[in-house]
C-alpha cells in the first residue's frame, strides 16, 4: 500500500506546490459535479426492544444535519478561499429545496 508521501510525487506533488495551488484558490471558480446529499445524523438512547420485531426502539435527543456528498466538496472549498459551482441532482424528499 502507497503512503501519502508516495501518492503525492506520483501526482507530482510536493510542498511549494500544494501551497501554490491554495494560495490561488480565492481567484479559482471550481466545477463539482456530483450528488447533492443531506446527511442526517440522529442520537438518542435505546428505550426498549419492539415487541413487533426484535429491534430496539430508539429515543431520539438530537438530530443534525449536514452537507454531504458533492455538497460538502463544494463546502469544503468555498472554506478554503475557493469560489465552488455545484451541479447536480436534488432529491424530492421533505429536506429537498
Known sequence: ????VQV???AGLNKSRV????SNFSKSRILIVGDI?????????V?????????PVVEISKEE??????ANVANN?????????????????????
Do not use: C
Open 1 to 4: 500500500m502507497q503512503n501519502d
Open 8 to 10: 503525492f510525487r506520483l
Open 19 to 22: 501551497e501554490k495551488i491554495f
Open 37 to 45: 446529499m443531506l446527511d442526517r445524523y440522529l442520537w438518542g438512547s
Open 47 to 55: 428505550s426498549r426492544i419492539s415487541p413487533e420485531a426484535p429491534v
Open 65 to 70: 444535519h449536514l452537507l454531504g456528498g458533492a
Open 77 to 97: 472549498i468555498s472554506a478554503l478561499g475557493g469560489k465552488p459551482m455545484l451541479v447536480g441532482v436534488v432529491g424530492d424528499d421533505d429536506f429537498a429545496v
